[in-house]
């Protein structure tokens, strides 16, 4: 059986070869398609749940520009209701990867073994999107400002509030006491 630390891609996919483009000169450029479909280890503390689209790489004179779009899908909990859900977002990419680094020119650099690490780009738009609210779908409910009960869970099921009680407290263990109290 495969360990733990198997479940997950490593970041090590996000790393893309492009010594080849550097010796070849400015205007050269290759369709390189991306498709992680599984979890991806980004950062120590970041994953995303799946990563698919095109980018093209193109030799410029200060290195390479890599343009595309990528779709990524990031496990989240949602800002209404708590529940964990996969929220998926479109990044456009527009960078330029300096060849030699040179910081004035790009906070990216192709690195000494002629590759470009996705890593710390995909690390800097994830965390923009998680400054911005996201919610499990359109019209999700959130919790009762009372009870604290998922009111999404209220309209699918019709139950009593009681038995929601119940049911809300098999997931969070703070509400054992409010059901406790109304028993
Ligand atoms: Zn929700």
Do not use: W
Request: hydrophobic content about 40%.
């Amino acid at each position: 059986m495969a360990g733990v630390s198997s479940n997950y891609l490593k970041k090590r996919l996000l790393k893309l070869q492009v010594g080849f483009l550097l010796s070849e000169g400015p205007g050269n450029s290759k369709k390189v398609p991306m498709n992680l479909p599984r979890r991806i280890q980004v950062d120590n503390d970041l994953f995303l749940e799946s990563l698919a689209g095109n980018l093209v790489l193109t030799r410029t004179k200060e290195g390479i520009l890599m343009q595309g779009a990528l779709g990524l899908t990031q496990a989240r909990e949602c800002d209404r209701c708590l529940e964990a859900f996969n929220h998926t977002f479109d990044l456009r990419i527009a960078e330029l990867f300096a060849s030699p680094p040179d910081a004035n020119i790009s906070a990216f650099a192709v690195d000494s073994n002629g590759e470009i690490d996705l890593a710390p780009l995909l690390r800097e738009e994830a965390l923009i999107e998680e400054s911005y609210r996201s919610f499990c779908r359109a019209d999700c409910r959130g919790l009762s400002a009372e009870t604290g009960v998922n009111l999404n869970y209220e309209r699918e099921t019709g139950a009593d509030p009681l038995m929601q009680i119940e049911g809300a407290a098999a997931i969070d263990p703070r509400l054992a006491v409010l059901k406790q109290l109304l028993e």
